[in-house]
């Protein structure tokens, strides 16, 4: 296992930005995959941005063009940069390593609250 651990979270206003971070405990390139999840009171997990151990991404429609997931592979951290945040975006943000086959780690979530 590779934990992970999220960092970055906090209240910002409508129309703000945050840039989280995922830091592995290793290397990420152990991961097939890395996932940026979030969790809004009363909803279900949902994953909005994924970057792939090719460098590929994908995102959910609510955020494409506005969040934007990178890694720094010396660094062993991947990144969301977040823009033109709002209230919908509100939620616990959880990072998810995947070594498909193997294991995944979860880290323990940051949260992000968008209120002015």
């Known amino acids: 296992q590779v934990p992970v651990v999220e ?3 906090g209240l910002v206003q409508p129309g703000g ?22 969790q809004a009171p009363g909803k279900q997990r949902e994953l909005v941005a994924l970057i792939s151990n090719l460098g590929s991404t994908t995102y959910v429609d609510s955020v494409e063009g506005r ?11 991947v990144f969301l940069q977040m823009e033109r945040l709002t209230p919908e975006d509100t939620a616990v943000y959880y990072c ?16 992000v609250t968008v209120s002015s």
Request: glycine share 16%; net charge positive.
């Open 7 to 9: 960092s970055g979270g």
């Open 17 to 38: 930005s945050l840039r989280l971070s995922c830091v592995a405990s290793g290397s990420i390139e152990i991961f097939n995959w890395v996932g940026w999840h979030r």
């Open 67 to 77: 969040f934007t997931v990178s890694r720094d592979v010396a660094k062993n951290t």
């Open 96 to 111: 998810n390593g995947v070594a498909a086959g193997r294991f995944d780690s979860w880290g323990q979530g940051t949260q």
